[in-house]
């Protein structure tokens, strides 16, 4: 198996830089974007990026492992966890919990732990915690769609949100299990909802490729969009360095309702979403993964002509009906809830906010349908490192 040793940077005489495997890629600068593009080179961060990329991408040492954590098989499994702080509890047991986090997602029976974990605070919080607030925060207001009136975006009332993310069920199970258990005395238990999701090989249960146009190419793409890389101009700017490496996180629950959906011809399903349900094929310019290929033009409010933004989307399937006891089927029920977690980090909360107010048609006049497959009950929330 290939390792960091055989893309060693080789420098000429005349500084002309080539690499160990035997690409000539001119500059350092370039040859850390090679070594980045080897996505799967062993050995792995717990975050899944390869540690080589850590090396070229130092900032992607700033945000907790959550944020950045690759979308790939082997971390296939998540748990997303939301709760509401307690009236007059001291934050003094948060603090202990919050220790927690960085160790958290990895079984860690080989000796090498891949999973690991995100916690983001509400603007409420961060206040009951004495943390400064960094001033593009707000708490989420309910959207409206553009042209009926009707709510798409309900406001959130949560104050937490722990992302956990694993390679076994049991990982993020137990990992979601020792932050509450640590947690338990600031947190109204009323309030806490744990929903698991799987990956279901990529696909949103629709049937739709999902991540697709995803900034998961390399971990240089994904710290650019997804976390604040400087504080001065960085959209997380408190005036002092504490919020870099952090993140702006949109979260939603979609319930799906998969049988209207599904009596859609796929023709109409196609134009929901502006990506061709039934062709697959290599994506053109980019790292070649299969996609439904993109439809040219948007057709009456497409989703992908609507949710553009600069975010790293980490969204996985779920399915309540399963949780008894196979919960990583993707087998859809009859009864119970399924649909999408969404989850998205971004380095600004205007690309989460302009995107969702877009959905709602509240720039063209147009409400993008695939929203309307769903309900939805979201939280904005910084991820603090
Ligand atoms: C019912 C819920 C949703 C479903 C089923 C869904 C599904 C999809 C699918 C199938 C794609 C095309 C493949 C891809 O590029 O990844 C996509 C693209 C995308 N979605 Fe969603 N999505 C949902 C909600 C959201 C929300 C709430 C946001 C934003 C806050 C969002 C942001 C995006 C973005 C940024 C893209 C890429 C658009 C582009 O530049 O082409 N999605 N989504």
């Known amino acids: 198996m290939a390792g960091a040793q055989d893309h060693a940077a080789v420098v000429s005489d005349d500084g002309f830089v080539s ?8 500059s350092p600068y370039f040859h850390a974007l090679h070594c980045e593009e080897q996505a799967t080179l062993p050995p792995h961060d717990r975050s899944g990026w390869p540690e080589l990329s850590f090396r070229t991408v130092p900032a992607a040492r700033w945000p907790q492992g959550g944020a950045i954590a690759r979308n790939c098989a082997g971390l296939g499994c998540t748990e997303y966890t939301v709760a509401r702080l307690l009236h007059g509890a001291t934050p003094a047991s948060l603090r202990t919990a919050i220790a927690l986090v960085p160790s958290l997602g990895g079984a860690g029976s080989d000796g090498h732990a891949l999973g690991t974990a995100m916690l983001a605070f509400s603007a409420g919080a961060l206040a009951r915690m004495g943390w400064p607030c960094p001033p593009e925060m707000r708490a989420f207001d309910e959207k409206r769609a553009g042209d009926t009136g009707s709510i798409v975006f309900p406001a959130g009332t949560n104050d937490l949100l722990l992302f956990c993310k694993s390679a076994t069920p049991e990982a993020a199970a137990a990992s979601t299990a020792s932050f509450l258990a640590a ?11 744990t929903t698991v999701g799987f990956h279901n090989g990529g696909r949103d249960l ?3 490729i999902d991540g697709t146009q995803n900034p998961d190419t390399s971990l240089r793409t994904v710290v650019a969009q997804a976390t604040a890389t400087t504080a001065a101009g960085g959209a997380v700017s408190t005036g002092s360095s504490s919020y870099l490496g952090s993140s702006f996180v949109f979260v939603s629950k979609f319930v799906h309702d998969l049988s209207s959906f599904r009596a859609l011809c796929p023709h109409k399903q196609s ?10 094929q290599p994506q053109k310019g980019s790292d070649g993964r299969i996609e439904n290929p993109k439809i040219g033009r948007d057709l009456n409010g497409s989703h992908v002509y609507r949710a553009w933004g600069e975010m790293y989307r980490q969204s996985m399937a779920f399915s309540e009906k399963n949780q008894a006891g196979t919960i990583y089927s993707t087998e859809a029920g009859e009864q119970g809830k399924e649909g999408l977690l969404f989850l998205a980090c971004s380095h600004k909360l205007s690309e989460l906010d ?3 107010d877009r959905m709602c048609g509240n720039e063209a006049g147009q409400y993008g349908e695939s ?12 991820n603090v490192r």
């Open 371 to 382: 929203l309307s497959l769903s309900v939805t009950a979201p939280l904005t929330a910084i």
């Open 183 to 193: 947690a338990a005395p600031a947190l109204d238990s009323s309030s806490v909802v």
């Open 206 to 208: 629709t049937g739709f």
């Open 271 to 280: 134009e929901v979403i502006g990506r061709e349900l039934q062709r697959e």
């Open 354 to 356: 302009e995107a969702l």
């Open 19 to 26: 690499c160990a495997c035997g690409i000539r890629v001119g």
